[in-house]
């Protein structure tokens, strides 16, 4: 018998072309549609709601800036916060995007065995129960977007997989 993964909410049709430009308005509501995806995916395991951390969110804007201007795609070394990471390029970005593809590593986890996975550690970071808090930061330049999520307390611990990461309602 296969495991049949639970669908993916659909998001809006993406435009080609680097539509984002990175202005305070634009990338504010680009960060509250972050925030606001983030936690319809974390409602539909039972995961609280993250409440945003304007600490976080300096912290995770100066990695994002940090990105785009050295033009790479690496997570912060000994962060000490949980840490999500998104880069793209050659579309319009919408904030809703990073956390879907952050999500559709569900597909990788196995409940049944609750662990670390390469493959799924964003998704686990992204509804980890224990989380109370995060912050965001968005950078652009050109046609690429780099996006930025930190949470507080970090997710993913060795040995607590399996009352951090719910099953799907």
């Not at 430009?21 to 039972?46: A, C």
């Not at 956390?99 to 390469?118: G, L, S």
């Not at 109370?132 to 999520?149: H, I, L, N, P, S």
């Amino acid at each position: 018998m296969s495991r049949q993964p639970p669908p993916i909410p659909k998001t809006a049709e993406r435009t080609p072309g680097p539509l984002g430009k990175d202005t305070k308005s634009n990338n504010e509501k680009f960060l509250q549609d972050l925030y606001s995806n983030t936690n319809r995916f974390r409602k539909m395991h039972g995961s609280p709601e993250l409440k945003v951390n304007a600490a976080l969110s300096k912290y995770a804007q100066e990695w994002a800036n940090h990105l785009r201007d050295k033009n790479i795609m690496q997570h912060r070394p000994k962060p000490k916060y949980g840490e999500n990471i998104f880069l793209s390029g050659g579309m319009d970005v919408t904030g809703d995007l990073p956390v879907e593809m952050w999500y559709r590593e569900i597909n990788a986890f196995n409940f049944d065995k609750p662990d670390f996975t390469p493959t799924s550690g964003h998704f686990t970071q992204l509804i980890w129960k224990s989380c109370t808090e995060m912050g965001a930061g968005v950078a652009r330049k050109a046609d690429r977007t780099w996006v930025v999520c930190n949470y507080n307390p970090p997710g993913n611990v060795m040995g607590q997989f399996k009352e951090n990461v719910p099953r799907k309602l």
